[in-house]
């Protein structure tokens, strides 16, 4: 092996294991939220687990008494959230968005020509 090639293989192959070791990033979206929003139709509290992939983002909505909503076209952007809520087949679908800080998050969920303001902090 040429020995002046060898240093720089060594350096090569000790950044990429570095930057192996060092995992994905993570999305300040994923975790456990706890949600809450309050509408004239009353008030929606619920246990939501967002998982992100790059920019797409899963997830799901536990309104408990084994009521759940899957979240749907999710996508996250850094600290910008969006997806839809389709509740339990109904013709209302939520549009959601939202910006995260650290451990909360305050958005605006569209529906049916109205908008309704939502915050999340996050669970354990």
Do not use: H
């Not at 040429?2 to 570095?18: E, I, M, Q, S, W």
């Not at 979206?29 to 509290?45: E, L």
């Amino acid at each position: 092996m040429n020995r002046k090639f060898f240093p720089a293989l060594l350096l090569t192959l000790l950044a990429t294991l570095a930057s192996c070791a060092a995992g994905p990033t993570s999305s300040p979206a994923d975790g456990t939220w706890n949600f809450a929003m309050s509408s004239p139709m009353g008030s929606v509290s619920a246990t939501v687990i967002i998982m992100t992939d790059g920019d797409s983002l899963t997830g799901t909505f536990d309104l408990g008494d084994g009521r759940t909503w899957a979240i749907e076209d999710g996508v996250a952007n850094g600290n910008a959230i969006s997806f839809k809520i389709d509740r339990d087949g109904s013709p209302m679908v939520y549009e959601m968005a939202a910006t995260i800080d650290g451990d909360s998050a305050a958005g605006v969920a569209s529906a049916m020509g109205a908008e309704v303001p939502w915050t999340m902090t996050r669970g354990s």
